[in-house]
């Protein structure tokens, strides 16, 4: 009996151990022919990613000097392309820009601002020392700030699929070789666009201008030229919040109730229709003026400076209404600064992004609880970029001037 179960246990053997290694060979097979699908379809993405596709730019055709610009001053072009990867490092040739040293970042366009700025950029100007305001190049792509979504990256604190905001191209895609010039965007229950504006370069120029600069004391008053603006808006409503007493002046009536009914301004004018800023800041300001957030310059300076308290400080942020002017307009009242020992103090705002976690400790909570509010003024497609930036310097917009370039 134990001869017969033993003989029976071999016999079984024989069939078991080839049924079990073709189940196991089939098994195998299955999954080298799945990989080997796998490895084509990731394949065909890359071939696909490294195609070239259209990537539409804004141009600047030539300088423009002491003029207003006009959108004939800058053009749309369809003709360029860009590959939507990066090339493999062992691909690139050696040379300075293409280095494995240099971390490039590729960009997908979302959101590009309009900034008064970007006029001083379309002349060669010397002296700038903040490569974000390096003078465009005649029959080159324009840049400025932007919010974009990362498609690929060499840098190690960004990857695909990040959400950035800083300088980039106006343009589809852009390859980005100083990825220092962009910021991880982490909140994004804020609108992306707010990121061109209130939580980017115009947030962050409200603060440290008025803030960082001013150093405002409850009770004080306050005047904000261009204050219908992304800078000026914000500003306001800080000085309110500190508890001051704030007049703006803006280019039209439809702006002066924006200012006072929908930025919670005390007093605010259109200095179109004033004869004499003079006599108009005397009107809104009899006891003179604590603290002045710079935007304009020319005679509004002037008049300011007669009307500036002791000891008063001034934020000198722009002076947008000399970026066009054949002959810049003299200050002659700058004795006042004597008289009456002003503070003027100039500042260019990528000196001061180190505050930046500090600003949004500040400005999250603010947008999030309705304390702050903010007005935008959209455009969609960057088709459509030339004629808002050059609408900037006629006043057109009302609040932040932003192009939708795309909204994924």
Known sequence: MKVLLVKLR??????????????????????????????LERERERERAMAEVSN??????????KAL?????????????????????????????????????????LYLSCDPYQRLLMESVQGLSVPSMSSYTPGSTIHGYGVAKVLDSRNPDLKAGDLVWGTTNWEEYSLITTPQVLFKIHHTDIPLSYYTGILGMPGMTAYVGFYEICSPKKGEYVFISAAAGAVGQLVGQFAKLMGCYVVGSAGSNEKVDLLKN?????????????????????????????????????????????????HGRISGCGMISQYNLDKPE????????IYKRIRFHGFSV??????????????????????????????????????????????????????VVSHD
Request: charged share 25%; glycine share 6%; proline share 5%.
């Open 350 to 403: 990528p000196d001061h992004y180190h505050l930046y976690p500090k600003f949004l400790d500040f400005m999250l909570p603010h947008i999030r609880q309705g304390k702050i509010v903010y007005v935008e003024d959209i455009v969609e497609g960057l088709e459509n970029g030339p004629a808002a930036l050059v609408g900037l310097f006629k006043g057109r917009n009302f609040g932040r001037q932003v192009v």
């Open 10 to 39: 071999k016999a079984v053997a024989l069939v078991e151990r080839p049924l079990l290694l073709y189940i196991r060979f089939g098994r195998s097979l299955r999954q080298a022919d799945h990989v080997k699908r796998y490895c």
């Open 69 to 109: 610009p006009k959108e004939s001053d800058l053009c749309v072009i369809n003709t360029a392309t860009i590959k939507l990867k990066l090339p493999a490092e062992t691909d690139q040739p050696a040379d300075a820009v293409t280095s494995s040293k240099v971390q490039l970042v590729l960009l997908k366009n």
């Open 56 to 65: 539409k730019q804004v141009i600047l055709r030539d300088y423009v000097v």
């Open 262 to 310: 929908k930025f919670g301004f005390d007093e605010a004018f259109n200095y179109k229709e004033e004869n004499d800023l003079n006599v108009a800041l005397k009107r809104y300001f009899p006891e003179g003026i604590d603290i002045y957030f710079e935007n304009v310059g020319g005679k509004t300076l002037d008049a300011v400076l007669l009307n500036m308290r002791l």
């Open 330 to 337: 003299g200050v002659i009242n700058l004795m006042q600064l």
